[in-house]
């Protein structure tokens, strides 16, 4: 499946942005979605991740509470909604579909098998 991440910006800190990942096949709704970031000189590191049906969630503890994930599979899109923005929360955001069981994604995985393209996410303090 052919990834499509939008929405990403420059954001003063303590707004918000909703990020998009657009999926080209109805096949979308068989796979988990994840959000990962990198800022430049970090590696890259999971935000959250939202599973096939959208029943099963994680968040990275530093933004619980603050970042929204859900998922439309009627639309074949998942979404990021990130409240609060910190100057931290800098990166450029990726999404990815795995269809690696739950407890793999949990732990931490990144060998998802669909990425899409990177979307640049800037808040300013």
């Known amino acids: 499946v052919q990834l499509q991440a939008s929405g990403g910006g420059l954001v003063q800190a303590g707004e918000s942005l909703k990020l998009s990942c657009a999926a080209s096949?109805?096949?979308?709704?068989?796979?988990?979605t994840g959000w990962f970031r990198q800022a430049p000189g970090k590696e890259r590191e999971i935000v959250a991740a939202?599973?096939?049906?959208?029943?099963?969630?994680y968040f990275l503890d530093s933004v619980k509470g603050r970042f929204t994930i859900y998922r439309d599979n009627a639309k074949n899109t998942a979404y990021l909604q990130m409240n609060s923005l910190k100057p931290e929360d800098t990166a450029t955001y990726y999404c990815?579909?795995?269809?690696?069981?739950?407890?793999?994604?949990?732990?931490?995985?990144?060998?998802?098998?669909?990425w899409g393209q990177g979307t640049l996410v800037t808040v300013s303090s």
């Open positions: 990815a579909a795995t269809q690696l069981v739950w407890s793999a994604v949990l732990s931490g995985r990144t060998d998802y098998s669909s």
């Open positions: 096949e109805r096949t979308f709704r068989s796979y988990s």
């Open positions: 939202i599973g096939r049906s959208g029943g099963t969630i």
